[in-house]
Nanobody
Framework: QVHLVESGGGSVQAGESLRLSCAASGYGFPGYCLGWFRQAPGNEREGVATIDPYSRTSYADSVKGRFTISRDNTKNTLYLQMNSLKPEDTAMYYC?????????????????WGQGTQVTVSS
């Protein structure tokens, strides 16, 4: 059974950095699509960044140049380095995974989710 556990969230000031991690178990991690999504209160869950089995990445326009997604297949772990954080980045952050021939960027492209880690950025 696929299991994802996020960590690394917290409360920071605007301009600071955080690194989120997502530890995966129970499946063939290297061959799967992976993504980070976030959801703020009252908002829909939105895509932040995705990475395919070949480490090709995509980013939401709102985080390009500030966030970096990466994966370590030897550790079955997904990362999200978040720099220059802004108050509008405040949300619950989720990692997700799925096995597809093409790795989509939308939340409906992913069927397995972690429980989330909270990121709060104050001005």
């Amino acid at each position: 059974q696929v299991h994802l556990v996020e960590s690394g969230g917290g409360s920071v000031q605007a301009g600071e950095s955080l690194r989120l991690s997502c530890a995966a178990s129970g499946y063939g991690f290297p061959g799967y699509c992976l993504g980070w999504f976030r959801q703020a209160p009252g908002n829909e869950r939105e895509g932040v960044a995705t990475i395919d089995p070949y480490s090709r990445t995509s980013y939401a326009d709102s985080v390009k140049g500030r966030f970096t997604i990466s994966r370590d297949n030897t550790k079955n772990t997904l990362y999200l380095q978040m720099n220059s954080l802004k108050p509008e980045d405040t949300a619950m952050y989720y990692c997700a995974t799925d096995a597809r021939a093409y790795c989509g960027t939308g939340r409906y492209d992913y069927r397995t989710w972690g429980q989330g880690t909270q990121v709060t950025v104050s001005s």
